[in-house]
């Protein structure tokens, strides 16, 4: 295990780039690390305001960064430069996220709007979602057909790409606030307010996953899709047979609540980040 | 030259604090209860409780324990709805047996209570206040003020997932807050708006759960600005001078002392016992 410690307020966002030699972590410290794996030397690039979410686009030269004022980032990885910006939302970014295929840019935030731009020149596509509920998180299907928007409603709408509908998967009675596509693209996995995960597979509900004892706040897959990870308010990170639903681990590492957790691409190490400021890297093996 | 305190001039307030779980708590001070200096409180706060009516709407707990005053006599110990007045009052009891009666005829409703049973009369009827109180069956009561008016700035906080904790004592003195109501599903303070999440994060209470705190003294926790020189620490047993006020505090030592029996005033620095004897 790993403990990456430099973050002076609560970490909230983590990535893995697609090579998985590089983790990447926003903080509200208004910081970005991008931390050199497996050693951890860390790179930081400054922001104005906590960086409230972080993806890698799927070449990987490039993080885009979303900001407590609504600022989105671009910044290339390889010179650690800032590219461009855009004010993508009133009241800051909650999530982002970025199309598979093809780099468009989906972006969700406190002013209750879900925004599409695109991929080259980030300019406005088109608003997905334009008022209540507000979104909390969105995951893109591996294929980059579906993107998955929960809400804090409760609800989960399944965005179509090619007929850019828009249609509801469930209705939730507790606020949602994480999201994960198992790598097949069978299988849904959403944190709910009160702890549980609930699996959804082609519309069809599972039972729900019962541990965690407050809001789950990130989910990852394994690449093989057999397990799960989920960190929460709770403290603890746990470790999921996603098979046969039962909680394999449960990993008490952080002094404070974990905020984000995420599995490197090729499966054998994960990391968890939490408002202790620090980040913890572990072996899959050890689950 | 005596200090002077800003926000002591008009301090009935609220101001807001995180525990160490994330729970986030709004603390009423109904004027004498201690503020703490780096929380967000004042005209500021009652700011931020206008914007938290989007958020989700959760059940509320009315919370007995929290209302009861640590070591001294209150309006809720010595059972305010004893006296029937005209008003709304919460009862607490441990079974709605002896007021089933009121709620089927509409003049009661059931409320959640974190224990027991709680009821919400919108008048105590005299002969009924007589008899829970003659018999034992009531274990609190109190008037009862709670309404929501998001324009009058009395947005329902609890319902919106935070802990809700009001001052007990009367005004001659800094006392401990109570819980008086908790969410069934608290919300967490990453789930607010980032300038929001960070102005309630001032006042960190990086040793307790709200959920497991039934009274808190923010004087033993943080530095504060309070009405008066002098608190009462969360037992209800023991008075103190608030840090940084002990030339107040030894002025007006005389009178604290005679306070009553079940109350140790801790003398001021210096205090000679025999300074006033011939």
């Known amino acids: 295990m790993l403990i990456l410690p430099g973050h002076t307020d609560a970490v909230r966002c983590l990535s893995y780039s697609p090579d998985g030699r590089r983790l990447a972590s926003g ?42 004022v609504g600022e989105v980032w671009s910044w290339t990885v390889p010179r650690r430069r800032r590219l461009y910006h855009i004010q993508a939302h009133d009241g800051g970014v909650r999530c982002l996220a970025h199309s598979p295929g093809d780099e468009t840019l989906i972006t969700a935030g406190w002013d209750q709007t879900v925004k599409m731009w695109h991929p080259g020149t980030w300019h406005q596509l088109s608003v997905l979602q334009k008022s209540s509920p507000s979104c909390t998180a969105l995951a893109f299907a591996p294929d980059g057909k579906t993107l998955a928007i929960s809400n804090e409603d409760g609800s989960l709408r399944l965005w179509d790409r090619a007929s850019a509908t828009l249609a509801p998967l469930l209705t939730g009675q507790l606020p949602l606030f994480a999201l994960a596509w198992s790598p097949n693209g069978r299988l849904l996995a959403a944190g709910q307010a009160d702890g549980s995960i609930l699996l959804s597979e082609a519309s069809r509900s599972q039972a729900p996953l019962r541990g965690h004892t407050w809001t789950v706040y990130s989910l990852a897959f394994t690449p093989d899709g057999r397990t799960l990870i989920s960190g929460s308010a709770d403290g603890t990170v746990r470790v999921w047979d996603v098979a046969s639903g039962q909680e394999k681990r449960c990993f008490r590492w952080h002094a404070r609540w974990v905020t984000c957790v995420a599995i490197a691409p090729d499966g054998m190490t994960a990391a968890a980040g939490s408002a202790d400021h620090t980040i913890v890297v572990w072996d899959m093996d050890d689950n | ?76 110990n010595e059972h305010g709805g004893r006296m029937a007045l005209p008003y709304p009052t919460l009862v607490f009891l441990a079974s709605l047996d002896p007021v089933r009666e009121e709620i089927d005829a509409g003049r009661a409703v059931e409320v959640v209570a974190s224990e027991g049973v709680a009821v919400l009369f919108r008048q105590m009827p005299e002969a009924l206040a ?149």
Request: one cysteine or more; aromatic letters at 8%.
């Open chain 1, 27 to 68: 903080s509200e410290d208004k910081t970005v690390r991008l931390w050199d794996l497996p050693g951890g030397e860390a790179t930081v690039l400054k922001h104005e305001s906590s960086v409230e979410a972080l993806a890698f686009a799927p070449e990987g030269d490039k993080l885009t960064t979303g900001t407590a």
């Open chain 2, 1 to 76: 030259m005596q200090a002077d305190y800003p926000a002591a001039h008009s301090m009935d307030t609220c101001f807001f604090a995180i525990d160490r779980d994330g729970h986030v708590a709004c603390f009423d001070t109904g004027e004498a209860g201690a503020v703490p200096v780096q929380a967000l409180s004042g005209d500021s706060a009652y700011s931020v409780r206008q914007q938290l009516a989007p958020l989700p709407r959760v059940a509320v707990m009315h919370d007995r324990q929290g209302r009861v005053t640590p070591g001294q006599p209150s309006e809720f």
């Open chain 2, 130 to 278: 007589a008899q829970l109180h003659d018999s034992g069956a009531c274990l609190g009561c109190c008037l009862y003020f709670q309404s929501e008016d998001p324009s009058e700035g009395s947005l329902d906080l609890t319902a919106r997932g935070f802990f809700s904790y009001s001052h007990l004592t009367e005004n001659w003195i800094s006392g401990a807050y109570g819980r008086v109501r908790r969410p069934a599903q608290p919300i967490h303070v990453d789930q607010l708006p980032p300038r929001i999440r960070e102005a309630v994060k001032a006042m960190r209470f990086d040793s307790l759960s709200f959920a497991e705190t039934p009274h808190i003294q923010p004087i033993e926790h943080t530095d504060c600005v309070s009405w008066e020189s002098a608190y009462m620490d969360v037992t209800g047993t023991h008075i103190r001078p608030i840090p940084g006020r002990e030339e107040e505090y030894a002025d007006a030592y005389d009178e604290l002392a005679e306070i009553g029996e079940n109350i140790e005033v801790e003398p001021p620095p210096g205090h000679n016992p025999n300074s006033g004897e011939e």
